[in-house]
T-cell receptor, first 110, second 117 residues
Framework: KNEVEQSPQNLTAQEGEFITINCSYS?????LHWLQQHPGGGIVSLFM???GKKKHGRLIATINIQEKHSSLHITASHPRDSAVYIC????????????FGGGTRVLVKP | EAQVTQNPRYLITVTGKKLTVTCSQN?????MSWYRQDPGLGLRQIYY???????DKGDVPEGYKVSRKEKRNFPLILESPSPNQTSLYFC????????????????FGPGTRLTVL
């Protein structure tokens, strides 16, 4: 079983819809990252969380440490949000290694 | 412009021929890391470095070497490449290092697509 699980694996939305991507992990962590990988392959770091909630533009990331769960929300989705979204965790017992989820492929249709 | 650069961007080589993929950042970041990305397996960490002369293994270090002689550079060395090292490689860096790791988001390089025949 993977230490980091994302759901759904694929998601299709209409422009303007609210999107939620989930990340669950099974180990103690010191931080969780959300990354965005564009269709061209480039990776952008969106958020790093250790508690609570962060917001940047139309993106909101939350984390519940007790439930070992994080969500990434996209409000008023746009076709340019089409990308793969990847969750990664820094495992406490593993120093500063990062372990990644399998990614969620998001397609936003106009 | 703040950036992480990788060279080469594309490389086709043959089994056993030593190669180096360079990574350089101009942001004075302490933390640098190498990842590989494979279909169905996602991103996996190869090696990381918390600062100059400090390196540690990630999840898949076998077949790779790294060095961190200068803060800005973190080359990935494949001494004897094999076909199972065909992959997309990313270098990343971040700043504001604490005992529990980077406290800010990572900046990623553009990726190096390596094919080993």
């Amino acid at each position: 079983k993977n230490e980091v699980e994302q759901s759904p694996q694929n998601l299709t939305a209409q422009e303007g819809e609210f999107i939620t991507i989930n990340c669950s992990y099974s180990v103690g962590i010191s931080a969780l990252h959300w990354l965005q990988q564009h269709p061209g392959g480039g990776i952008v770091s969106l958020f790093m969380l250790s508690s609570g909630k962060k917001k940047h533009g139309r993106l909101i990331a939350t984390i519940n440490i007790q439930e070992k769960h994080s969500s990434l929300h996209i409000t008023a989705s746009h076709p340019r949000d089409s990308a793969v979204y990847i969750c990664a965790v820094r495992i406490k017992a593993a120093g500063n290694k990062l372990t990644f989820g399998g990614g969620t492929r998001v397609l936003v249709k106009p | 412009e703040a950036q992480v650069t990788q060279n080469p961007r594309y490389l086709i080589t043959v089994t056993g021929k030593k190669l180096t993929v360079t990574c350089s950042q101009n942001m004075n970041h302490e933390y640098m890391s190498w990842y590989r990305q494979d279909p169905g397996l996602g991103l996996r960490q190869i090696y990381y470095s918390m600062n100059v002369e400090v390196t540690d293994k990630g999840d898949v270090p076998e077949g790779y070497k790294v060095s961190r002689k200068e803060k800005r550079n973190f080359p990935l060395i494949l001494e004897s490449p094999s076909p199972n090292q065909t992959s997309l490689y990313f270098c990343a860096s971040s700043s504001y290092l604490t005992a529990s790791g980077p406290k800010v988001e990572q900046f990623f390089g553009p990726g190096t697509r390596l094919t080993v025949l």
